[in-house]
């Protein structure tokens, strides 16, 4: 079984400024994906960024990208250049051969003006 | 290119009563999963289609139940419904041989 960890409830950062979100996951699975969604208000849910478990290097989306530490089996994701568009909800997930998306229960992102 | 979309928007039942919601998958997507999300919850996998087959179920009861069509659309059914099934849905769909799951707007469902 794999389960996703986010500690962090809530985060807030100043416009501009960078923000980091963390996530731990576990997995007995060699091969699996990961990935992170963004969730606005409106509920539609959008994927952000993600990583292939067997690539050592990080992924990078424009102002997102990500530290995957598979060791440590830990996967944050780092928005730079924070815009008052990024304010949502967001979402680590895990992907394995079972075929579904484990998330974990999300972080707060607000950005202040 | 369309993606994913999701039929109703919202919908209001009574417990006991019976649900059916829509989702058809983005062009050239032949898989599609369905998620329950609750408030203040990350979603919670519910199963996934491929050629008309349940092909993976997460742990939800006999109640919640789906079909895929030739044409990959899909249905959740959800019988005797509960207060605690009030909830967002969430459809997704992909290519099997790819991992990316793009979701749809979502049906929120609720029970009184």
């Known amino acids: 079984a794999q389960t996703v960890t986010q500690s962090q409830p809530e985060m807030s950062v100043q416009e501009a400024e960078t923000v980091t979100l963390s996530c731990t996951y576990d997995t007995s699975e060699s091969d699996y994906y990961l990935f992170w969604y963004k969730q606005p208000p409106s509920r539609q849910m959008i994927l952000v960024i993600r990583?292939?478990?067997?690539?050592?290097q990080n992924a990078t989306e424009n102002r997102f990208s990500v530290n995957f530490q598979k060791a440590a089996k830990s996967f944050s994701l780092k928005i730079s250049d924070s815009q008052l568009g990024d304010a949502a909800m967001y979402f680590c997930?895990?992907?394995?051969?079972?075929?579904?998306?484990?998330f974990g229960k999300g972080t707060l992102l607000t950005v202040n003006p | 290119d369309a993606g994913v979309t999701q039929s109703p928007t919202h919908l209001i039942k009574t417990r006991g009563q019976q649900v059916t919601l829509r989702c058809s998958p983005k062009s050239g997507h032949d898989t599609v999963s369905w998620y329950q999300q609750a408030l203040g919850q990350g979603p919670q996998f519910i199963f996934q289609y491929y050629e008309e087959e349940e092909r993976q179920r997460g742990n939800f009861p006999d109640r919640f139940s789906g079909h895929q069509f030739p044409n990959y659309s899909s249905e959740l059914n959800v019988n005797a419904l509960l207060l605690g099934d009030s909830a967002l849905y969430l459809c997704?769909?992909?290519?099997?041989?790819?991992?990316?799951?793009?979701f749809g707007p979502g049906t929120r469902l609720t029970v009184l």
């Open positions: 990583q292939e478990a067997y690539k050592q």
């Open positions: 997704a769909s992909t290519v099997l041989t790819r991992d990316t799951q793009y």
């Open positions: 997930a895990s992907y394995g051969v079972n075929y579904k998306l484990t």
